[in-house]
């Protein structure tokens, strides 16, 4: 697939903005800033939100659709402050579960890694992923003001075109299982990225399972 120049553009002003960023150790549950997690930030963001930062029709009709069918826009700092409700929520459900939570501006992303998703060369979710998504689905469930930009990724083993395919797989996989706990369609987005976005080494078995993920990035509707 081919990757816009403003995509490109968008992922390099994006690790310069990670100073604003924060995250939540997912064993933890300590709030850190360091290296390391700004390191995984740029690709947990750069991953998920490429479609919704770079304003992705297929995001933008689901805000209009969502409207629409009678669920509201968010507006001024009505918006943030819904965010920050949802961010705490998906905080306390995902505490302990190796999710991570990162937060840029109004766009929550949940970073997925491949011990708790994927086995390599596979689009079946790991029976202990569901546990995760029913918590992921509950908090979405009552934040329904929420689009969600579901992205699978890969590691590089195998050819582009391969996972390529395979990320889309992944990423039809999540969202039908968040429509069976009750998710709307309208409200998911769903994009396949292969193997452009690592977060971690190809070289290694454990830096292949970080980037075996699937990336979950909500961003309010809006009026405009």
Do not use: W
Not at 49 to 75: F, H, M, P, Q
């Amino acid at each position: 697939m081919q990757v816009p120049t403003r995509v490109t553009a968008f992922a390099a002003a994006l690790a310069l903005a990670l100073s604003a960023c924060t995250t939540t150790d997912p064993y933890t549950g300590e709030e850190k800033t360091s290296s390391a997690t700004k390191g995984a930030a740029i690709g947990a963001i750069a991953g998920a939100v490429v479609g919704i930062a770079t304003g992705n029709s297929a995001k933008e009709r689901r805000n209009r659709a969502l409207i629409g069918a009678g669920v509201g826009a968010l507006s001024g700092a009505a918006i943030g402050n819904y965010m920050d409700r949802q961010e705490a929520e998906l905080r306390r459900e995902l505490e302990g579960t190796g999710v991570s939570v990162v937060r840029h501006g109004d766009n929550i992303t949940l970073n997925m890694p491949g011990n708790v998703t994927f086995d390599t060369d596979s689009a079946a979710l790991n029976s202990q992923f569901f546990r995760v998504l029913n918590g992921v689905a509950r908090v979405l469930d009552e934040y329904e003001k929420t689009i969600i930009e579901v992205a699978g990724h890969t590691d590089s083993t195998g050819s582009d075109a391969y996972n390529q395919r395979l990320s889309e797989r992944r990423a039809q996989s999540v969202a039908q299982y968040l429509q069976g706990q009750g998710i709307r369609s309208m409200r998911i987005v769903t994009e396949g990225y292969g193997e452009q976005y690592p977060v971690a080494t190809n070289e290694t078995d454990a830096g292949r399972q970080q980037n075996r993920r699937v990336e979950l990035t909500l961003a309010p509707v809006t009026e405009n």
